[in-house]
């Protein structure tokens, strides 16, 4: 049997939301990512581009979030599972690690991309 409740569309949100407010307050990470993005929002509306691109942008910025949110999820699991030092529990960190760099990596040749050619 799967450790999960049955499915109900406001408990769901409600899930989604606390682990929102604990992402916000405990990950330092994301609490810059989403400064960031409170930032650039204004900016991918005020920019004169077309909906194609200000959607890219868009897109962009919130992947850090999803990337961040994945990282965190990954850490804790490990966490939780042992806090001592062991090589696999490493690697499944570093992959986290990963993920938000390559998520930095496409917002940025996006965003350099699409506001170059201003």
């Known amino acids: 049997m799967r450790n999960q409740p049955k499915y109900n569309f406001f408990k769901n949100t409600s899930y989604a939301i606390a682990g929102l407010k604990d992402i916000i307050t405990t990950e330092t ?34 992947g850090m979030l999803i990337a961040e949110s994945i990282n965190s999820a990954i ?7 042992t806090l001592e030092y062991h090589e696999m529990a490493k690697k499944a960190k570093d992959v986290g690690s ?6 930095i990596i496409v917002f940025i040749v996006i965003w350099v991309t699409i506001l170059w050619n201003i």
Not at 98 to 103: D, G, H, K, N, R
């Open 29 to 62: 990470s994301f609490k810059i990512e989403l400064i960031l993005m409170i930032i650039l929002l204004p900016v991918i509306y005020l920019v004169d581009i077309s909906l194609v691109e200000k959607s890219l942008l868009f897109i962009s910025l919130m």
């Open 75 to 81: 850490e804790r699991v490990v966490d939780l599972v």
């Open 98 to 103: 990963a993920i938000v760099f390559l998520s």
